[in-house]
């Protein structure tokens, strides 16, 4: 079994390597068993305040890794940027994730391959940034394995092979948007020690929408919002039961809660307090 599991490894990572795409655009790929990670660069003009990149994570057949919040199971990937050079600041975009569910419960994954955008800011415009990354994340299957990587890239000014690679996970990262823009309202619907929570927004009927919901925190593990019924024409309904709070944080108290509503192609981020 471990031999073919090699295999397959060594597959995947030459498969990847026969696409890279000029040397300067990236990084070789770092192998994460099962899975393999490589930075890439977008086109960034002379001087530019920001400068664009990604982080692209390929995975073998049948594996799948977590987004931010990874639900009932899973671990999130935890990127460290600090060994750069010449780097003030490198925040990365989550393009929107799909539910997954099986034996261990309903996760919030990704499948084949995902890149992260990566909003690069120098600390000094004009001169290159060399982004060097760690990063820790988990690959499944039926079982989660854990997995490190590692890659190095030089960021500077010229055309980058990877734009349409980038703009196409800027795309599927969810656009913040104001709570009255969608109408989304949030409720506590009784005093239970883990009250249950309801929302409603609004949202096309002749298409599917998934809604996911996080805590002010990382710390906050909250379930995914289940579908509910009796919403009114051209709304939708979810709710989920007020669970997985730190220690010490009352069910009672005021948070602001961040929503993620995904329908077919566009995600939205919505904030809003339950009061």
Known sequence: ?????????????????????????????????NSAVRLIAGSNGAGAQR?????????????????????DSGVPPRFDFSGS???????VLYPAPHLLR????????????????IAVTPKQAGKPVRLRLKLDYAVCEKLC???EASAELALGAGASAFDQALKAAEARVPRPTPAADVGL????????????VAVDFKAPTDKPVQLFVEGPTPEWALPIPTPA???????????????GLPPGVSPKGNFELTFTIVEGDRALEVKSYLD
Request: glycine share 12%; charged share 15%.
């Open 102 to 117: 099986n034996e261990a419960g309903q996760s919030l994954v990704y499948e084949n391959a995902v890149v992260f955008p």
């Open 145 to 147: 394995v854990p997995a």
């Open 51 to 71: 400068l664009g990149a990604g982080v692209e994570i390929k995975l073998a057949p049948g594996w799948h890794t977590y987004w931010r919040n990874p639900g």
């Open 229 to 243: 019924q009796g919403a009114p024409a051209g709304h939708r309904q979810f709710g989920f039961e007020l669970d």
């Open 1 to 33: 079994m471990k031999e073919i599991c090699t295999c397959l490894v060594f597959a995947l990572a030459a498969g990847f390597a026969a696409g890279t795409a000029q040397a300067a655009d990236a990084s070789a790929w770092s192998d994460g068993g």
């Open 185 to 196: 309202t949030v409720r506590r619907v009784n005093d239970a020690p883990k009250p249950l």
């Open 85 to 91: 050079e010449n780097l003030a600041a490198a925040k």
